[in-house]
């Protein structure tokens, strides 16, 4: 391919247009000749019907797609970095992490947006879908609407719930951290950390970074209005309209640090940014006032806080950001395929905590393993190996805590997610050989 610079933009609206959109349904059952359709339908069809209802709704999960389905549901509330655009305009996005979900993690991924803002209505419909698919992926829902939501589906479906701008981002932040610690040999229970934003990504992250070791008042948190603390003017009306950014103001930043960005980041080990684009947002100086060895993840798209080489000038020993041009890309897609393979081949009933962790450390240990330095501290896209590790970690966990509905041994474990993971590519192999799908001429 030629190195000259694409307008990624024009080249997606092309292409978009051209191909008609980015999947499609297609066969996993065999059809050779008409009479099969009295097996795959009527009359056949009413077999699998009866003994679904006789038997209970968990059956579908044997004789449907549900046990390889997860909806990928949006309002059109914040999509991508462009806002409250509405559900029709955020249909490509859904589109392409149904793709992404399908290529990287074998998972069968229904692009869906609903014309339904109302957060209590939008759970009412997503409850209501919970019979055709086996896990609902949450996405670009405005904040703090969006932690609500999770919170209540969680509680009243029995089939695993996440929303991939909070627990996707904290996911694969915390696991590079955990590897970036290990280079500059400090401790999480140990390190200050300054987390600059508080939408979505941050307020998960700072939850995670509890479950990891993280200290709260080690922390401080910064969003649009300065520094969290328990004095702030507008700490009551946080309470009532956020209540989430509000137990982050309480038990964080117990000096009560006034401020915005640099007072925050003085004398920090970490910043964690998923802010506004930058750059600017981070400035040199305020980095040179972090503590020795620095580490600064700075995941604002498509411009960083701060440019990675501004940072190192500033001393950083270690940069993350969101882009796949400069090492060290804090990249969702490292996260939600292999969590809802895992998930899925056992047929998991909730994602909880535990598992979040396991994804974490398997993403984390597979990069140890095949070598950690400054500008590798997690893997990347096309080293499938991580995702299978990583779906593994889910699906053992979730069998371990007694949340899966199917209980398999290590090895027939193994075996399933990894043909179901390397499938699409094999797959995609055979449709541009037979010319079904045309490569693409940039």
């Known amino acids: 391919m030629s190195q000259v610079k694409k307008d990624w933009f024009a080249l997606a609206e092309k292409f978009h247009k051209l191909y008609g959109g980015k999947i499609e349904i297609s066969f996993r059952c065999p059809i050779t000749s008409l009479d099969d359709?009295?097996?795959?339908?009527?009359?056949?069809?009413?077999?699998p019907c009866r003994r679904i209802h006789q038997g209970g709704e968990d059956l579908s999960f044997e004789y449907t797609w549900r046990w390889?389905?997860?909806?990928?549901?949006?309002?059109?509330?914040?999509?991508?970095?462009?806002?409250?655009?509405?559900?029709a305009a955020g249909l490509p996005v859904m589109?392409?992490?149904?793709?992404?979900?399908?290529y990287l993690g074998g998972v069968d991924a229904f692009p869906l947006v609903v014309r339904e803002r109302d957060p209590d209505k939008f759970i009412y419909i997503v409850k209501a879908l919970e019979p055709s698919f086996g896990a609902v992926n949450l996405e670009d829902i405005e904040s703090p609407k969006c932690f609500y939501i999770l919170e209540k589906l969680q509680e009243i479906l029995d089939i695993p719930v996440w929303h991939d701008d909070q627990q996707g981002t904290a996911l694969v932040s915390i696991a590079a951290?955990?590897?970036?610690?290990?280079?500059?040999?400090?401790?999480?229970?140990?390190?200050?950390?300054?987390?600059?934003?508080?939408?979505?990504?941050?307020?998960?992250?700072?939850?995670?970074l509890k479950v990891f070791g993280a200290k709260p008042q080690n922390m401080v948190v910064v969003d649009s209005k300065g520094i969290l603390h328990r004095e702030r003017e507008d700490i009551e009306e946080m309470k009532k309209e956020n209540p989430w950014k509000y137990q982050i103001a309480m038990e964080t930043n117990p000096e009560c640090v006034k401020g915005g960005i640099p007072e925050a980041l003085k004398g920090a080990d970490v910043v964690i940014a998923a802010s506004r684009p930058g750059p600017g947002v981070i400035k040199k100086?305020?980095?040179?006032?972090?503590?020795?060895?620095?580490?600064?993840?700075?995941?604002?798209?498509?411009?960083?806080?701060?440019?990675?080489?501004?940072?190192?000038?500033?001393?950083?020993?270690?940069?993350?950001?969101?882009?796949?041009?400069?090492?060290?890309?804090?990249?969702?897609?490292?996260?939600?395929?292999?969590?809802?393979?895992?998930v899925l081949t056992v047929r998991a009933r909730k994602m909880v905590d535990e598992m979040f962790y396991a994804a974490a450390m398997a993403i984390a240990k597979y990069t140890e393993e095949t070598g950690i330095h400054e500008?590798?501290?997690?893997?990347?896209?096309?080293?499938?190996?991580?995702?299978?590790?990583?779906a593994m970690a889910v699906a053992e966990k979730a069998m371990e805590l007694g949340l899966a509905r199917r209980k398999?041994?290590?090895?027939?474990?193994?075996?399933?997610?990894?043909?179901?993971?390397?499938?699409?590519?094999?797959?995609?192999?055979?449709?541009?050989?037979?010319?079904?799908?045309?490569?693409m001429q940039y």
């Open 37 to 47: 359709f009295s097996i795959w339908y009527t009359p056949g069809v009413a077999e």
């Open 68 to 87: 390889n389905a997860a909806v990928v549901i949006s309002d059109g509330t914040r999509v991508l970095g462009l806002g409250n655009i509405g559900p």
């Open 95 to 102: 589109e392409g992490k149904a793709l992404l979900f399908k």
């Open 177 to 208: 951290l955990v590897n970036a610690l290990k280079i500059v040999g400090k401790k999480i229970d140990q390190v200050r950390i300054a987390i600059i934003g508080a939408g979505a990504a941050n307020v998960c992250t700072y939850r995670y």
């Open 285 to 342: 100086e305020w980095v040179r006032e972090m503590n020795k060895d620095p580490i600064v993840f700075a995941e604002a798209n498509p411009v960083p806080e701060i440019w990675p080489w501004e940072a190192k000038e500033a001393g950083a020993r270690i940069v993350a950001t969101g882009r796949s041009d400069f090492p060290n890309q804090i990249n969702n897609s490292l996260g939600f395929p292999a969590v809802f393979r895992g």
């Open 375 to 390: 500008e590798r501290i997690i893997g990347s896209m096309n080293e499938t190996e991580l995702y299978v590790r990583e």
């Open 408 to 439: 398999l041994s290590r090895s027939e474990l193994e075996t399933e997610i990894r043909e179901l993971i390397e499938r699409p590519r094999k797959i995609m192999k055979a449709a541009l050989d037979s010319g079904l799908v045309k490569p």
